[in-house]
């Protein structure tokens, strides 16, 4: 007779803990901290920077008519979509003309700056497997997004106090100052929420990007059609988080219950992407991944093909975001003479903008800086997406086939040279198509084209750089960034720095000039050529030289 064994009853498992799934939260936020210290000074002192030398020109407004003329010109609609709902037009002072031209642009800054942070850390190491390796220690399943979204706050805040001491430094009140800078914080703050649900959805970083991208951009367009409607803004304008920081009312009439709606989305969005996070796979998205070809296409026989393959997306929506917002930006050129008109009894301030024929061409070159400085960051980005490929462990396993080194090199940069090309020339003939729109031909069309054409050897200088830096010092890639920084900010503001003219020449764009106002040298372009193609033979040569993976 067999006795019966006993069998113990098994304990009810129960769902991890909060703290479990928090776990290893600060040490990652640490990490985060140190790995991304130098991007972290670099964004602070860009932003920092662009208040101090952009709100110069506001001390101006002092003077009545001065006030008068910029008043005119920003609460026309055109302007009114480009800039804000137009608060404290009646009394334009210094403090509301920045409010009012300020905010728009700094929250889409730093909205972008949230959403590559949170993507990076999220998304981009679960796609590297690195976060598999971190998630083996004891991390929790939520710590890396907490970690990631906490290292976006530290970013906000610590740009928020520096932009507010600039503010505050060029003679505006101090509180209100750090009621613009920290409500433009929060602003980003939510776009960076956005990114931390996207990269829940998403399979791959591309795909979380490209979606809350395309949330700022609608963000963007809803604010835009409602400051329209009517003035200081419609209902449709409290749809979009940009305008909750526009509604502060800063510097005009302070109140700080719009910015409650910012913090009350950035709690719902954690709460989804904490929701979504928990019922979804690691290294999967909720959106399901559409299945490719069994068979590859014949046009996919090479690296060329390849290289297309992967950066036809990011070329297209950049390419259509940039476009849209140059089309409204042409739309203004319109309306420039009419700040003429409203200070006909100044004669300084008039003698200070020129003729209206001068004037347009001094602004059309403004907007051709920009739309360069654009396809510039486009073509860095597309020319140092190599050095993703080598981190993620794919260039090796490619150069392991009989594609040599510099096919696959050359294959890339082409493509990157031509997506630059396609976002400046596209960014020129929206430009155009917006000024048509209002009617306004005084501009022929040969002149944008020639404004897009004249700084293609100067964005070539650019790529060339980032290909370099990767060929020869793949860690040191970072300094083709500072440089699409810098040609901006001298491009901008080398006057009111009073740089000397050897820091001027650094800037490929100084050797443009201003193509709306002036003949470009042609001696001066094939110069530029020529030191791009030194730059890419330099790429070229690093790049054989050195192994790969970098060590």
């Known amino acids: 007779m067999s006795a019966a064994v006993a069998t113990p009853p098994v304990p009810a498992v129960a769902g991890p803990a909060l703290g479990s799934t928090l776990a290893g939260t600060g040490m990652l936020l640490r990490f985060m901290l140190r790995r991304d210290r130098t991007r972290i000074l670099w964004w602070t002192l860009g932003v920092t920077l662009l208040y101090a030398g952009g709100l110069g020109e506001y001390v101006l407004l002092d003077d009545p008519d001065a006030s008068a003329a910029r008043s005119v010109l920003v609460s026309s609609p055109a302007m009114v979509s480009m800039t804000g709902p137009g608060y404290g037009i009646d009394d334009y002072t210094p403090g509301a003309a920045v409010a009012n031209e300020f905010i728009l642009w700094v929250v889409l800054t730093l909205a972008v700056m949230s959403i590559l942070q949170v993507v990076r850390h999220t998304r981009a190491e679960e796609e590297s497997s690195r976060s598999e390796l971190v998630r083996a220690g004891a991390v929790g399943r939520h710590a890396p997004s907490v970690a990631a979204l906490l290292l976006v706050l530290v970013m906000n805040v610590v740009i928020a106090v520096t932009s507010a001491m600039a503010v505050t430094a060029q003679g505006f009140d101090a509180g209100q100052s750090f009621a613009m800078t920290s409500g433009i914080a929060l602003g980003a703050l939510v776009f960076g929420a956005v990114a931390l ?177 654009g396809a ?48 400046q020339l596209t960014g020129a003939l929206a430009l155009w198509l917006g000024a048509a729109s209002t009617g306004y031909d005084d501009v022929r069309f040969g002149e944008y084209l020639e404004l897009g054409l004249a700084y293609l050897p100067a964005l070539a200088v650019l790529v060339g ?87």
Request: glycine share 12%; aromatic share 10%; charged share 15%.
């Open 197 to 373: 649900v996207a990269a829940q959805a998403y399979e791959h970083g591309r795909g979380a990007v490209g979606v809350s991208l395309a949330v700022l951009g609608a963000a963007f367009l809803l604010r835009a059609l409602g400051d329209v409607q009517e003035r200081h803004g419609s209902a449709l304008s409290w749809l979009s988080p940009i305008a909750w920081v526009q509604q502060t009312r800063v510097f005009v009439d302070l109140r700080w219950w719009p910015l409650g709606l910012c913090v009350a989305a950035i709690v719902v969005l954690i709460v989804v992407a904490a929701f979504l996070g928990s019922r979804r796979d690691f290294g999967g998205g909720l959106v399901a991944v559409r299945p490719g070809h069994a068979d590859a296409r014949p046009t996919l026989t090479g690296p060329g093909p390849l290289a297309w393959v992967q950066q036809r997306g990011a070329l297209m929506w950049t390419a259509l975001g940039l476009g849209l917002m140059w089309l409204g930006s042409g739309t203004i050129i319109r309306e420039v003479p009419k700040m003429l008109d409203a200070v006909e009894g100044n004669p300084i301030y008039a003698a200070l903008l020129g003729s209206n024929e001068d004037m347009v061409r001094t602004f059309l070159g403004i907007f051709g800086l920009y739309i360069a400085a």
């Open 376 to 423: 510039a960051a486009y073509g860095t980005a597309a020319a140092l997406r190599v050095k993703g490929e080598e981190e993620a462990g794919r260039t090796e396993i490619t150069l392991a086939t009989p594609v040599s080194r510099g096919r696959w090199f050359a294959s890339s940069l082409v493509v990157a040279l031509l997506g630059t090309v396609v976002v």
């Open 465 to 551: 750089l980032a290909a370099a830096l990767y060929g020869w010092l793949p860690r040191a890639t970072g300094v083709a960034w500072v440089m699409v920084g810098y040609v901006f900010l001298v491009g901008m503001f080398a006057d009111l720095f009073d740089l000397p003219e050897w820091a001027r020449k650094i800037s490929p764009f100084w050797w443009v000039g201003n193509p709306a106002l002036e003949q470009v040298e042609a001696s001066r372009l094939w110069g530029l050529g020529g030191v791009a193609a030194l730059l890419f033979v330099l790429a070229f040569v690093g790049f054989r030289r050195r192994d790969v993976p970098a060590v």
